[in-house]
């Protein structure tokens, strides 16, 4: 059974543009939960997807937004992009509860400059 | 708030000892603990998940264990290798489907 993928697994942007990422879960997981993890702060909770709804949102400003499609595959935006938003970002899926093993994909490692 | 904490930061062994990881956390109403290994610039490997109701797992040279009341969870890595040079981290989920990490323990074992 394939893993989670995450695509693209590096980006270099300026500040002020936008990005979207993209992440496909294992298949038949319908969870799908974000994390952004930096060497200041640690891993921590972006926001949380089951069915097409987002069931819980960290502590982040609304320029990190995300989405998921029928198919289960998600994707976050993340607009006018800040220095501080360089980081690697980690998708993870899980059973339908949200609640069994998380399995993270490799991440996507977001430069701003 | 919930927030989980663990000691120590760093680690450093020769290769063959027996090594035990603790995790602390503040909140007790969890649904679960779950510890993973990052190695560099990687994402996160699952290794183990102890549910709120089990005291302990074990996998291959792995066993983890977890005091709810107490708030504690101990990763004891058996006969370690110089493969197993990672960071550990832990994590625990509560009710809003989200994990919370501790900053994790940089473990290197010397050869």
């Known amino acids: 059974k394939a893993g989670v993928t995450q695509t693209p697994r590096y980006l270099i942007k300026t500040r002020g543009q936008q990005v979207t990422l993209s992440c496909s879960p294992i298949?038949?997981?319908?969870?799908v939960s974000w994390y952004q993890q930096t060497p200041g702060q640690g891993l921590q909770f972006l926001f949380e997807y089951f069915s097409e709804t987002q069931r819980n949102k960290g502590n982040f400003p609304g320029r990190f937004s995300g989405r998921q499609f029928s198919n289960s595959r998600s994707e976050m935006n993340v607009s006018t992009l800040e220095l501080g938003d360089s980081a690697l970002y980690l998708c993870?899926?899980?059973?339908?509860?949200?609640?069994?093993?998380?399995?993270f994909g490799p991440g996507t490692r977001l430069t701003v400059l | 708030k919930q927030e989980v904490t663990q000691i120590p930061a760093a680690l450093s062994v020769p290769e063959g000892e027996n090594l035990v990881l603790n995790c602390s956390f503040t909140d007790s109403a969890i649904y679960n603990l779950q510890w993973f290994r990052q190695d560099p610039g990687k994402g996160l490997t699952s290794l183990l998940l102890?549910?709120?109701?089990?005291r302990e797992q074990t996998s291959g040279r792995l066993n983890a264990s977890l005091d709810k009341s107490s708030g504690r969870s101990t990763l004891y890595i058996a006969a370690s290798q110089p493969g197993d040079s990672a960071t550990y981290l832990c994590?625990?989920?509560?009710?809003?489907?989200?994990?919370?990490f501790g900053s994790g323990t940089q473990l290197t074992v010397l050869p």
């Open positions: 994590a625990v989920m509560a009710s809003a489907r989200q994990l919370t």
């Open positions: 298949s038949g997981h319908r969870s």
């Open positions: 993870a899926s899980s059973g339908p509860r949200g609640l069994d093993t998380q399995y």
């Open positions: 102890i549910q709120s109701s089990q």
